[in-house]
Nanobody, 123 residues
C-alpha cells in the first residue's frame, strides 16, 4: 500500500500561485496512476489532474487547463501540482490518490487517498 502525504496548501490571493506536493512511500509507483483531486463544500469530489506511471500521459480538468501542471520526481517519490493564476473557484481541499493499473482521472477508480490539504483563494 502506498502512503500519501500532501503539503503546500494555504491562503493565496486571486492570480497567485501555489505548489502542492504529494510525498509517497511504502511502494514504488510502477503501474500506478496518481492524481490530484479536489472537493469544495457542498460539491462532489472532482479530478483536477492525473498522470500515468508508464507513459506519463497527463489529464487535466477543463477548468484548470493552461493554469495547472502536474509533474513527478521519481527520485524523490513525489508528485507535484503547480497551480498558477488561481481563482476563488479553485478553493477546495486538495487530495492526492493512487489507482493501480488504471489509466485516467475518474475519482471513483482511485482507492488510496491522502489526508488532503486546504487551498483557499481569496483577497
Amino acid at each position: 500500500q502506498v502512503q500519501l502525504v500532501e503539503s503546500g496548501g494555504g491562503l493565496v490571493q486571486p492570480g497567485g500561485s501555489l505548489r502542492l506536493s504529494c510525498a509517497t512511500s511504502g511502494s514504488t509507483l510502477d503501474y500506478y496512476a496518481i492524481g490530484w483531486f479536489r472537493q469544495a463544500p457542498g460539491k462532489e469530489r472532482e479530478g483536477v489532474s492525473c498522470i500515468n506511471s508508464g507513459d506519463s500521459i497527463t489529464f487535466y480538468a477543463d477548468s484548470v487547463k493552461g493554469r495547472f501542471a502536474i509533474s513527478r520526481d521519481n527520485a524523490k517519490n513525489t508528485v507535484y501540482l503547480q497551480m498558477n493564476s488561481l481563482k476563488p473557484e479553485d478553493t477546495a481541499v486538495y487530495y492526492c490518490a493512487t489507482a493501480w493499473g488504471y489509466y485516467g482521472c475518474w475519482p471513483s477508480k482511485y482507492d488510496n487517498w491522502g489526508q488532503g490539504t486546504q487551498v483557499t483563494v481569496s483577497s
